[in-house]
């Protein structure tokens, strides 16, 4: 008698790490995620963005979500069951949530300011969620099926 063994559900690949809420810890928080994504196999495309999106979304959190003593944490999820690869960064100041990209105007000659819309540009979704007692959560994913991603 012959029987079929039933497919295993697909994992969900994380890495979650803290870093501290400074330009260095935004800068190792890009660089890990890059070796992250390369051991993960992830195609290209997907990883340049979803490297591009963590320098931006580290940025902010150490920028303009720093609390003096606080960390703000990466996770990064590769879902295959759902084709999305998950960039969330957690920060300290929950009263600070992004804005819309609709509100975001700025003169052209502003310097800083554009993070949220480079975010919108390349993620296939974004938004924020609250990170109880007093953080939020930031967060992009990335559809890595149309992109040929291989596991």
């Excluded at 994992?11 to 992250?36: D, N, V």
């Excluded at 920060?91 to 992004?98: F, I, S, V």
């Amino acid at each position: 008698m012959s029987t079929s063994i039933p497919p295993l559900p697909a994992a969900t690949r994380t890495f979650t790490l803290q870093f501290s809420s400074t330009r260095r810890g935004a800068r190792l928080a890009r660089l890990l995620t890059y070796e992250q994504l390369r051991s993960w196999k992830v195609s290209p495309g997907v990883a340049d963005r979803a490297e591009q999106i963590v320098a931006e979304l580290a940025a902010n959190a150490a920028l303009h979500g720093r609390v003096r003593g606080r960390d703000f944490r990466l996770t990064l999820a590769n879902d295959s069951a759902t084709g999305v690869l998950r960039v969330a960064i957690t920060d300290a100041r929950g009263d600070r949530l992004p804005s819309p990209v609709a509100d975001f105007i700025r003169p052209p000659d502003d310097e800083s300011g554009r993070g949220l819309l480079i975010v919108a540009a390349l993620a296939d979704r974004w938004g924020s969620d609250p990170y109880p007692p007093s953080g939020k959560t930031v967060w992009a994913e990335c559809d890595f099926r149309a992109a040929g991603h291989a596991d």
